[in-house]
């Protein structure tokens, strides 16, 4: 009746174990999916950031160019076009008096108000990418535990069956190790989170 009970128990908590870590799997490959998503369209936004810089880089070197050559048209002309983060950064670093202060920055790349929008959603893609990457692997965790928790009942199982094939003590001593071991993989499940 024992190895009964046993390998009833077993093959029910198998059951549940193998269900749960398909389920943490799913979600497993959920979460790596969208961190990918996640971490592409990042990559996309910083290659954007990249030649939004080379852009205003251009325009400024012409724009340079032109206040250089004394050509007030096409230095107008040059900084009417600039990019609306470009154009901040250059207003503030023209108020430093670039050319008259040896103090001033380099260039308005180096002014904190050189903020590209696409370079700040791109860090924050990232870490949201990072943030579900982190979550795939805790469900990867998950389902591994799951895992072995369903062969653990497994082996559980065999041993309720094959007790029912031997003598007492050898009986008596599989099942207490069956029990032994249903007890230990029930206590982990308890511990384990559920979908």
Known sequence: ???VVLISVAAVL?????????RWSGHQAMYY????????????????????????????????????AGNAPKAQFIYARLR???????????????????KAPS???????????????????????GANFSQAQEANRHADDFLLLTVI????SFLGGISTKMV???H???????????????VRLVELPFL
Do not use: H
């Open 1 to 3: 009746m024992a190895s």
């Open 14 to 22: 198998t059951a549940v174990c193998g269900y749960q870590s398909g």
């Open 33 to 68: 999916n969208v961190a990918n998503a996640d971490r592409i369209r990042a990559s996309e936004e910083d290659d954007r950031a990249n030649v939004l810089t080379a852009v205003d880089v251009a325009l400024f070197l012409q724009y340079v160019d032109a206040v250089d």
């Open 84 to 102: 609306p983060e470009m154009k901040t950064a250059m207003e503030a670093w023209l108020a430093t008096k670039p050319r008259l202060n040896p």
């Open 107 to 129: 260039s308005p790349f180096v002014m904190r108000q050189y903020s590209l929008a696409t370079k700040a959603e791109a860090k924050r893609l990232d870490a949201v990418g």
């Open 153 to 156: 009942f497994a082996g559980v």
């Open 168 to 170: 007492y003590p050898r």
């Open 172 to 186: 008596a001593i599989l099942v207490s190790i069956g029990v032994i071991g249903l007890i230990y993989g029930a």
